[in-house]
């Protein structure tokens, strides 16, 4: 006889209500791959077609993944605060914010209202996600420092993205108040996550892709600072454009370690980082220097392949059933 315990473990789970969070970073991906192809329509000559595009799908992504994730929270939001409560996956949420400031920067140039509209969404939501997620961090009785990973630094990096389109639709001050969060917690952060790689045990497995997230932060300060600084390409943007320079050469040089690693949506951590330190090459090569011309368009093809392999590896999982399950 099949008792009720039995019947119940036995039955089929809710997808929807295992729909996750990280699914947002491909909207990060895609956006920073239309943000890095309409720069390069500037710089190298490239068809401005083809980022205008990209922006498009990046927006129908948004809202394909945010539909999804408002079905989760109106038909199982115990699943929400249980994915909000879980100490990796808690950083991944301001992905949606970062989502909406991506976007802005995005269609700034072609639909100013709109992009205006995403950034002041995206803007007042992403102080609300930094202020939970770092009040976690100080109020808990959780954490470990096993669970210090590079997904960390996905709360700070929102902040130093709002200046790079805030600087054109808000006061200044605006832009400066995110951009110095950003830049400080960055610090320790990094001393946070470095100090767990360095004498811990290894990242596992799925969060392995997290470690490109190390090149975001100073690539997205770089460009930030430049929007702050008018434009100026001193010291200080510099230091950040070469400590992300030698981030990307760092996770490079193991690439075959990537290379072996299983499919998970993690795996999308490749995405935005490799996107903004191409945006930031680009923009050094704008500045005349001809080495970076050459870099930035390998950079491009990387950028370019990489994505098209995570969104062909992605539509494989969900017809596999592989996405929206327990993990």
Request: proline share 6%.
């Amino acid at each position: 006889m099949t008792t009720p315990n039995a019947t119940a473990s036995s039955a089929p789970h809710s997808r929807l209500a295992h729909y996750p969070v990280p699914l947002f970073a491909t909207v990060m991906g895609t956006s920073g791959l239309a943000i890095a192809w309409k720069k390069a329509g500037h710089v190298l000559g490239l068809p401005p077609a083809i980022g205008l595009a990209l922006q498009w799908w990046a927006l129908v992504l948004f809202v394909m993944v945010a539909l999804g994730y408002l079905a989760k929270m109106a038909s199982h939001w115990e699943a929400v605060k249980k994915e909000f409560s879980n100490p990796i996956r808690l950083n991944f949420f301001p992905a949606v914010s970062i989502s909406l400031l991506l976007l802005a920067v995005a269609f700034a140039d072609s639909q100013a209202d709109l992009a205006q509209g995403f950034w002041v969404v995206g803007t007042a939501l992403h102080l609300v996600f930094t202020l939970t997620v770092m009040s976690s961090w100080i109020h808990h009785a959780r954490y470990e420092i096993k669970h210090a990973n590079p997904a960390w630094f996905i709360p700070i990096v929102g902040n130093v993205v709002v200046p790079v389109a805030g600087i054109n639709f808000a006061p200044a001050e605006i832009s400066w108040f995110f951009f110095s969060i950003g830049l400080a917690f960055w610090i320790v952060l990094l001393t946070i996550v470095m100090y767990r790689l360095f004498f811990h045990e290894p990242l596992p497995e799925r969060l392995t892709p997290t470690l490109f997230i190390l090149i975001a932060p100073p690539a997205v300060a770089f460009i930030a600072w430049l929007k702050l600084n008018g434009g100026q390409l001193d010291a200080f943007a510099l230091i950040l454009y070469n400590v992300a320079l030698f981030l990307t050469l760092l996770l490079a040089s193991n690439a075959l370690r990537f290379f072996r690693l299983r499919f998970f949506l993690s795996t999308w951590a490749y995405s935005f980082p490799l996107a903004a330190i191409t945006i930031a090459t680009l923009i050094m090569a704008e500045h005349g220097a001809g080495f970076f011309v050459g870099l930035s368009w390998l950079l491009l093809i990387v950028l370019s392949l990489v994505l098209l392999l995570l969104t062909l590896r992605t539509i494989q999982a969900a017809m596999r059933g592989e996405i929206c399950v327990p993990e």
